[in-house]
């Protein structure tokens, strides 16, 4: 089953604006990763963000993390047109291999317009 | 810097033919390998992972197999391909460890 659940599942912004997105998980995790998909394609890795850290950042990209609501968001600040993508949040659960298991969300359809 | 192929980009395949997509990875050893499957407008579903040749670990029954022959190289198979197959399967790497992954372009498979 799909452990993490993004929020909103379609996100229509104009350009310039912020845009906000949801990541509710059920299990504990090792950390919380959030990816970019443009159609057709394959995902690119945005951000990581470890279980013991509360706010991430990386350019325009904010990240926050909050365990105890086992819930994290991405906010995409003075989005561009060419932020239009899916967003994909995917949970690295807590296990003892060396593998890195994720579990991806349904993912949160972005279109920035002009 | 690392690179990823996956091949072919596109695939039309008849229902109960074979399969085979290969997946490499250059500039890195001993890669975590993985295999993901995504339906039409859904998130990505885990099927295989390898930490070294030889190694498979298989996360959800199905018509499908993976080998890993070689450091570098990832091969998802099928004897008989369902119509259920189809789907766009890509592939990851990362570093050992709980890190982030890097994929591939995919591969857009449909059975007919």
């Known amino acids: 089953s799909q452990q993490g659940e993004e929020d909103p599942q379609a996100l229509s912004i104009q350009e310039g604006e912020n845009a906000t997105m949801n990541c509710s998980y059920k299990t504990s995790i090792n950390n919380l990763q959030w990816y970019r998909q443009n159609s057709g394609r394959g995902l690119v890795h945005l951000i990581l963000?470890?279980?013991?850290?509360r706010e991430k950042h990386s350019g325009r990209l904010r990240v926050t993390l909050d365990t105890s609501k086992k819930s994290s968001s991405l906010l995409i600040t003075a989005s561009r047109a060419a932020d239009t993508a899916s967003y994909f949040c995917a949970t690295d659960a807590l296990y003892t291999g060396t593998a890195s298991k994720l579990t991806f969300g349904t993912g949160t359809r972005l279109q920035v317009t002009l | 810097s690392q690179t990823i192929h996956q091949w072919p980009a596109t695939l039309v395949q008849p229902v109960g033919s074979p399969l085979s997509l290969e997946c490499t990875v250059e500039?890195?050893?001993?890669?975590?390998l993985y295999w993901y499957r995504q339906a039409a407008g859904r998130g990505l579903q885990l099927l295989f992972y390898s930490v070294g040749i030889g190694q498979i670990s298989s996360e959800v029954p199905q018509n499908l197999s993976a080998s890993r022959p070689q450091d570098r190289q990832f091969i998802l198979s099928s004897k008989k391909l369902l119509l259920s197959d189809s789907g766009f399967y890509l592939c990851?790497?990362?570093?050992?460890?709980?890190?982030?992954?890097?994929f591939g372009p995919g591969t857009r498979l449909t059975v007919t």
């Open positions: 963000i470890r279980s013991n850290e």
């Open positions: 500039g890195t050893s001993n890669p975590n």
């Open positions: 990851a790497w990362s570093r050992t460890g709980p890190y982030e992954q890097c």
